[in-house]
């Protein structure tokens, strides 16, 4: 059974500076994160994205149209609290990377694999010195510990608010490689998702109109666009 939505209590959401950082005031009053921190971030421009989102709700607080304070709170709260677990939980993606795992039948499927990934793993090696193996077994592959550590190493050196979003992205791709080519604007948020969809969708046009792997798809493009908004965002 849904939780029922929470009536509107305020008038007005307007972003307002506070303590070096940029707030989220309603009717005037300072908006705190479900921890009871103060709902601030580094930026004008993420912070009046968020007193949008607060600004535009209903009679009711719909938190599903609140993509931005969710993260923006998973920064406040979580990642302070569960900084080296998070960043170990990202980093250990790259151990099973989505773009090392291939398939060799049948061929039209494995060349669009090869196609979109194997660019993608080149970068990866370029950018960050992390070469990674790719296989066609489903056997996990041991990968070279100087290139998993290469990527820990580009996961730790992000600050709190872009490792919220990184961690949504790796998440909802099962790839940390596409995750951090798109932070690192290698690939923008509709290409990163389709790249990380490609079995998903090539099964799509093989099979039919399937109700939850077509909901797959949609989640995943939505989490790459909030999380593609959150950098952008960020960088302002």
């Keep these: 059974m849904n939780a029922a939505k929470p009536k509107r209590f305020y008038k007005t959401a307007e972003a307002v500076e506070t303590e070096g950082r940029h707030g989220i ?35 009711t607080i719909d938190r599903e149209t609140m993509p931005l304070t969710r993260l923006v709170c998973t920064a406040l709260d979580l990642v302070p609290e569960r900084r080296a677990d998070i960043v170990a ?17 049948p061929p039209a499927l494995a060349r669009r694999q090869a196609a979109a990934w194997e660019p993608l793993v080149a970068w990866a090696d ?14 996990p592959l041991a990968q070279a510990p100087e290139a998993l550590e290469a990527l820990r190493n580009a996961v730790a050196s992000e600050d709190d608010f872009a490792l919220a979003g990184l961690s949504t992205a790796t998440r909802a791709f099962g790839s940390l490689v596409i995750a951090l080519a798109m932070r690192e604007g290698r690939l923008d948020a509709e290409a990163a998702a389709d790249a990380s969809l490609i079995d998903e ?36």
Excluded: H, M
């Design 89 to 105: 939980e990202v980093a250990a993606y790259a151990e099973t990377d989505l773009v090392c795992y291939r398939t060799d039948t």
């Design 126 to 139: 370029e950018r960050y010195g992390a070469r990674l193996a790719v296989t066609t077994s489903i056997t």
């Design 201 to 236: 969708r090539f099964q799509l046009e093989r099979w039919g109109e399937d109700a939850e792997l077509a909901a797959r798809c949609a989640r995943v493009a939505r989490d790459a666009a909030d999380a593609e908004r959150l950098f952008r965002l960020l960088a302002t």
């Design 25 to 59: 005031a309603l009717d005037g009053k300072p908006v705190r994160t479900p921890a009871s921190r103060p709902l601030a971030v580094p930026g004008a421009a993420l912070a009046n994205a968020v007193a949008e989102e607060w600004a535009s709700q209903g009679e």
